[in-house]
């Protein structure tokens, strides 16, 4: 492995963590630090991420129960974006399961579940 790819590993790391230590230490409900959801400021609807910064903070200090009141959509979107990353920059995913991930059909159907939970939030104020 190159001297550059390993530089760049190590910053990807590094950031990283700093991303997750000032999520786990600062609580985005309470600081003014983290942006505000503009689609919500705008229309007064939550979006299908709103609540996703206060999600990883609780998810973060094992407040599972307040992690799922914030976005529970994040509960099942968060493997499945694991998935998509590890298909795209590493080759830890099988061939059939890359093709799966990448198919018309799969996409189209986590687009309309993204699109009934951005609904149905909104409806039942969740």
């Known amino acids: 492995m190159s001297r550059k790819r390993v530089f760049s590993i190590i910053l990807v790391v590094i950031i990283v963590m ?5 999520y ?3 609580n985005p409900a309470t600081s003014h630090l983290f942006p ?3 689609f919500l400021k ?3 609807f939550k979006c299908p991420g709103c609540g996703s910064q206060r999600f990883f903070h609780s998810l973060l200090n094992g407040d599972l129960r307040m992690a799922a009141h914030y976005n529970a959509f994040l509960f099942g979107a968060i493997p499945i974006i694991a998935l998509y990353l590890l298909s795209d920059y590493t080759k830890l995913i099988p061939k059939w399961l890359d093709k ?3 198919h018309p ?3 189209a159907l986590l687009v309309i579940t993204m699109i009934i ?4 939030r ?4 969740w």
């Not at 700093?18 to 000032?22: Q, T």
């Not at 939970?117 to 149905?120: F, Q, S, V, Y």
Request: charge should be positive; include cysteine; glycine fraction near 8%.
């Open 18 to 22: 700093a991303v997750v230590g000032v």
């Open 24 to 26: 786990m230490l600062i």
């Open 36 to 38: 505000k959801c503009i």
């Open 42 to 44: 705008l229309t007064g």
């Open 100 to 102: 799966v991930l990448k």
């Open 105 to 107: 059909v799969t996409i």
């Open 117 to 120: 939970w951005w609904i149905t």
């Open 122 to 125: 909104n409806i039942f104020n």
